[in-house]
């Protein structure tokens, strides 16, 4: 088993450390009056910040909170409460969701939030994101008033507020005019937030520059800070540089240098050299789960008896070793640590066999022939090593396999199309509830086109009460671990590492800079 670090999931802290930021392109960033600058470097960009219709977590940890606010959001408690919204209200039975808007609220283009806004943002959204649309069906937002929205439901919906406070595609408030204005790929072509930093530039492959927004209306007790995601928010840095930088080595030279303030994708050969320095901090925490993802739709992987061959043939410590070293954590669960009321042994007996002669057995009930399977993954990361891993397991079974390498836009285009692979590599991050994981979705790339899978959710989402719900999932994991619409191989970690010249930076799930100082005098 990997090693236990001490945080885990939706954790929240917030770390006073301090310091004054430094030169970048030959403008001075210390000293009185000079601009306040943080440089943080990434792993990898994402194809758009439009959060309502993409996953990607660099986009929503960039986007979300700072960019962009929602009707409710997270507390470090993992429960749902307001943000952009001055208070909601659902019925007795789950099926009417009221939100009271806050007022005067302005936007980066200097317009007011309107509900006709909050009407636009929400149900485009919902048309984007599959587990929403599942859940809602007909059902879209409606105004009640200047200052009221509400969503009336079929049936009981008591898990949405949740949806809307975590989605991986985020329920993000926008203009009307910007929900309109999409590119040929369907993405918005503005970003225009009512958040603590505004988008001010996007040049790709070098970096994407945030700004203070002056107009920014925080909520909250001034001086009370932020719980989770929720709370007050007073950003002390002017300028906020996300450069992309795919070579772990030159993002930890940089923060060593003090060319990068921030590293937000420490590698984890480098764990040991960052922990030696002692002008730098770092955090790691349970972050979410690396699965195989099945392509449903054609091939050897589309006969859930093949899945079942295969999943019996993994040894999922070896695998998750070669990527993350030791930083991660066996387990069936389909849900992280942090959610213990979703944690669940459902299914347990078929996670991580490791048995190559009971994977012959069952591959004798498929029609499989010895074709060479295909699986996707991508760079940066270390998840080709652990293809490869995974690779050597499957030949003991009889399965050959092959692996391509692509880097992560690449792959997210590629694993929409059912002719390019069997299988592909994902991570899925830490979620408040488990109709958000994505693989659930017949619509995500995979394809979980199963009737009875579909019912087990349905049966969730159409719960009474939280508690019912939990007992649904215990039924919907179980299946799943039958089905296989992935294989969880286990929970990983994420390390984030900070020169010492920094505080104020809030890690819940992420590192967010919303109230961000450096020592700089003000």
């Not at 470097?41 to 606010?69: C, F, Y």
């Not at 005067?104 to 200097?110: C, E, K, M, N, R």
């Not at 800070?225 to 996300?242: E, F, M, N, Q, S």
């Not at 285009?413 to 994902?426: A, L, W």
């Amino acid at each position: 088993m990997g090693h236990r670090c001490g945080f885990f999931g939706f954790f929240c802290v917030t770390l006073c450390l301090g310091g004054a930021v430094f030169a970048l392109g030959g403008k001075e960033r210390s000293g009185a009056g000079a601009l306040r600058v943080v440089n943080v470097a990434v792993m990898q960009e994402s194809p758009s910040l439009d959060l309502h219709k993409n996953s990607t977590l660099i986009a929503r940890q960039i986007g979300a909170g700072q960019i962009w606010e929602k009707l409710v959001t997270l507390n470090s408690r993992s429960a749902v409460v307001p943000e952009l919204a001055e208070s909601f209200d659902i019925s007795a039975d789950g099926r009417l969701l009221s939100f009271r808007l806050r007022r005067d609220v302005p936007f980066h283009d200097g317009t007011l939030m309107k509900a006709e806004d909050v009407r636009a943002s929400m149900n485009r959204w919902i048309e984007s994101y599959a587990p929403a649309r599942e859940l809602a069906g007909d059902s879209r937002f409606e105004i009640v008033s200047p200052d009221t929205v509400q969503i009336r439901f079929a049936g009981p919906a008591v898990t949405f507020p949740d949806m809307i406070a975590a989605a991986p595609q985020a329920a993000i408030i926008t203009s009307a005019a910007a929900c309109a204005g999409e590119d040929e790929r369907g993405f918005m072509r503005v970003y225009t937030g009512t958040g603590p930093f505004r988008f001010v530039e996007w040049k790709s492959g070098q970096y994407i520059l945030l700004e203070k927004f002056p107009q920014y209306r925080g909520y909250g007790p001034p001086g009370g800070g932020t719980d989770g995601w929720a709370g007050r928010k007073d950003p002390r840095i002017d300028l906020l540089y996300y450069h992309i930088v795919p070579q772990a080595s030159t993002r930890l030279a940089g923060l060593l240098t003090g060319q990068f303030d921030v590293d937000y994708n420490v590698d984890n050969d480098d764990i040991p050299v960052i922990r030696g320095e002692r002008s730098l901090r770092s955090l790691s925490y349970q972050a979410g789960t690396l699965a195989l993802v099945f392509n449903k739709k054609q091939g050897p992987c589309a006969d859930p008896r093949f899945r079942r061959a295969l999943n019996a043939a993994i040894n999922a410590g070896e695998i998750m070793a070669a990527v993350f070293g030791e930083q991660y954590e066996l387990g069936s669960s389909y849900m992280e640590d942090s959610q213990e009321f979703w944690s669940s042994s459902a299914g347990e007996e078929h996670y991580n066999r490791g048995d190559p002669a009971l994977a012959r057995e069952l591959l004798k009930e498929t029609a499989y022939s010895g074709s060479t399977l295909r699986i996707l993954t991508s760079v940066p990361g270390t998840t080709d090593r652990g293809v490869l891993v995974l690779m050597a397991q499957l030949e003991k079974a009889g399965i050959k396999a092959e692996m391509s390498v692509v880097d992560w836009p690449t792959l997210l285009q590629y694993r929409t199309d059912p002719s390019r692979y069997d299988i592909y590599t994902s991570s899925f991050f830490s979620v408040p509830v488990p109709s958000l994981k994505l693989y659930l979705s017949p619509g995500f790339p995979g394809w979980s086109e199963d009737p009875l899978l579909a019912r087990y959710l349905r049966d969730f989402n159409s719960a009474q009460s939280r508690e019912e719900a939990r007992n649904h999932w215990e039924i919907l994991q179980g299946y799943s671990w039958e089905y296989l619409p992935v294989i969880s191989l286990g929970r990983f970690y994420q390390t984030h590492a900070w020169n010492e010249k920094l505080e104020g930076l809030t890690s819940y799930n992420g590192l967010y800079f919303w109230n961000a100082r450096t020592r700089t005098r003000e």
